[in-house]
C-alpha cells in the first residue's frame, strides 16, 4: 500500500532526487520487512533507485522522501511535521484521525480506505493525482464510522494475538513437558532395561543356587546314609570285640585248665616212674633172693601172693598210663583248636582293626564332604542373600517406575471433566501394568483409550508408556482428531520405534486398544478400534461396536482402521475393558471368565449406578477368581451418558 501511494505522489524537485527512500517510523520492524521485500522486487519508483530505511525515534528522520507511521499512541503526528517540515517528505500514516496526517489510510473488511489532507500536502511541495484522488474518503463521518469499527478489529486483532501469545506459550510448555516426558521415558526405557538384564542374571544365579541347594541336599542324604552305615558298622564292630574278648577268656580259662591237667599229668608220671623204680627194686631184690633159693623159700608164697599184688599194680599204672597218654592227645587237639581259633580270632581282630581304618578313612572324607558342604552352603546363602538385596533394589526400581506410570495416566479429577458417571476398574497383575487408559479434551469432544499392551509387568509397562507418549504427540500436539487416523498414526510411530519390519521371527510386540470421541454437543460417538470391541447396552439391550482385526503393530493384515460412528441417547452405557478380566481362570471347573459372560454382567448390573458397578465387578472378579492366581492385567473403563 506504501509503495502504491508513493506511486501517485509527485514531488517538485523529483529530478533532484538520486536515491528514493522510504523511512519507517516504528520499533516493530514487521512493516519494514514488507517494504524491504517489495523494494527487492520493484527495484525502482519513479524511476529512481528505491531504499527502504528504519527509523526508531522522530529525532532521526533525515534524507527520506516518503516517512511511514502507524502507531498514534507512540508517534505524535506534530512532532513529526516538525522535523520534516519544508523538507518535501510525505508523511503516510495508518489509523490516525481524519485529515491529521498527509495521506492516512484505515483498513475495514480486509480493505483499505484513506482520506487525504490536500493543504498540507500543497505545504510540502507535494500533490497527487486526481485519479487517486477521487478514490480517498471525503467525509469525516464515514471516515470516523471506518475508524470505529478499525479500533474494534484491531482490538479483535489484539485479542486474537494475546491468544496466540497465550497458545504459544502453552504449546512451549507442552513441548517443555513433552521434553521431561521423553526424558523420563529415555530413563525408563535404561530402567527398564537394566531390570530386564537384571532379573535374567538373577534368575540364571537362582537356578545355580537351586542345583547346588539339591547337590548339597542329596550330599546330606548321602551323608546321613553313610553315618548309619558308619554306626552300624561301629555296632558290629563292637560286638565282634565282645565276642572276641568272651573267647580270649574262654582260651584263658582253657589254657589254665591245661596247666592244671599237665599239672597232674606230671604228677601222675613221677608217680608211676617211682612205681617203676620200685619195681625194678622188687625185681632185684626178688632176683637176689631167687639167687639165695632156698633162704627164702619159707617166705616164697608170701613173696608169690606180693609179687602177684605188684602184677595187678604194674597193671593199673600202665592202664592209667595210657589213660593218661589218651588224654594228653586229646588236650594237645584241644590245644591245636584253641591255637586254630586264636589265630582266626586274630585275624578276624586283624580284618577289623583294617575295617576300622577303612571307616576312619571314610568319617575323614565325610568330615571333608562336610565342610565343603557347608562351605558351598555359606556360598548359597551368601548368593540367596546377594539376590534378596537385588530383589529388593528391583522391586524398589519397579515401584518407582509404578509412581512414573500413575503420574502419566488421567488424573481422577480431570477424567471427571464432561462426564456424568463413569468407573475405572484398573487392578495390575504385577507392580506395573500393561493397560492402560487415556483421555483428553478437544472443544466438544472428550477422547478416550483403553489399551492392553503385549505382555504385563515391566515390558508392558514400558509399551503402555510408548501408547501413553505417542496419543499425546498425536492428538495434542499434531491436533488429529478422529479415532481411526489416531490409530493410523500410532501404529506408525509404534512400528517405528519397534523398527519392525514384519520379518520371520521378529516379535510383533504391540497393542490392542478401544479409542472412541463422545460429542457432547451433538451426541455423537465415533469409534476405531485394534482387536478391542465396544460395548453398548440401551434399552437393556446389548451392541457390539466391532473393531478390526488387526493390533498397534506389524501385522499381515495392514489396512487403514475403520471410523464407526454412534448417535448417542440419554442413558446409554458404553464399556471398554483389555482382555484380562474375560480370560481370568476359575469357578468350579477352573475356566475362562470370557467376554459373553462379562457382557451379560454388563447387562445384569444396569440398574446400579456406576460407582455401585465397579464394586459389582471387583465382588465378581473375586469370587470367580477365588485362590486362583490373577493372569493379567484387568481394565474396564464405563461411561453412562
Known sequence: MIYQISSYVKWSNINEIKVFIIGVLNNDSNVYRQLVNVADTAKFIQKKPLSIVLFNNIEDIKDVQVVFVYKP?????????????????????????????????????????????????????????????????????????????????????????????????????IDEQQKKINTQKEELTKLFKDIITTQKTLAEKQKLVNIQIQSIKQQEKEIVKQKEEVNKQQAEITKQTEILDNQKKAIITQEDKIGAQKKVLNEQLAKIEQQRLIMYLFIVVILMVSGLGYFIYRNYRIKKQANKLLQEKNVKIQAQHDELLVKNVEI???????????????????????????????????????????????????????????????TDSIVYAKRIQTAILPMEDFFKQMLNEYFILYRPKDIVSGDFFWETIKGNKKIIAVADCTGHGVPGAFMSMLGISYLNEIVIKENIERPDEILNHLREHIVRSLKQQGKDGEVKDGMDISLFSIDFKTNKLQFAGANNHLTLIRNNEISIIEADKMPISIYLKMELFNLKEVDLVKGDTIYANS???????????????????????????????????????????????????????????????
Open 73 to 173: 499512541e507512540s508517534y505524535p503526528l506534530n512532532k513529526i511535521f516538525d522535523v520534516i517540515k519544508g523538507k518535501k517528505v510525505l508523511l503516510i500514516s495508518e489509523n490516525y484521525g481524519f485529515h491529521q496526517s498527509m495521506i492516512n489510510f484505515i483498513v475495514y473488511k480486509n480493505e483499505k480506505h484513506f482520506d487525504i489532507n490536500d493543504k498540507r500536502l500543497i505545504d510540502a511541495g507535494l500533490s497527487v493525482s486526481q485519479t487517486f484522488a477521487a478514490l480517498s474518503i471525503k467525509s469525516e463521518s464515514v471516515w470516523n464510522s471506518y475508524q470505529k469499527t478499525d479500533s474494534m478489529l484491531v482490538q479483535e486483532k489484539l485479542l486474537v494475538e494475546s491468544q496466540k501469545q497465550l497458545i504459544n506459550k502453552q504449546k512451549s510448555e
Open 579 to 641: 482382555d484380562g478380566f474375560g480370560d481370568q481362570f476359575g469357578g468350579p471347573a477352573r475356566k475362562k471368565f470370557m467376554s459373553k459372560r462379562l457382557r451379560q454382567t454388563f447387562l445384569e448390573m444396569q440398574a446400579l449406578s456406576m460407582a455401585d458397578q465397579k464394586t459389582k465387578l471387583e465382588q465378581a472378579f473375586e469370587e470367580w477368581r477365588g485362590d486362583t492366581e490373577q493372569i493379567d492385567d484387568v481394565l474396564v473403563v464405563g461411561i453412562r451418558i
Open 332 to 394: 594237645m587237639q584241644q590245644k591245636e583248636e584253641i591255637t586254630s581259633q586264636r589265630d582266626e580270632i586274630e585275624k578276624h581282630r586283624d580284618d577289623l582293626v583294617v575295617k576300622n581304618v577303612e571307616i576312619t578313612k571314610q568319617k575323614e572324607e565325610i568330615t571333608t564332604q562336610r565342610d565343603e558342604i557347608e562351605k558351598q552352603r555359606d556360598i548359597a546363602t551368601t548368593q540367596r542373600d546377594h539376590i534378596i538385596k537385588q530383589n529388593k533394589l528391583i
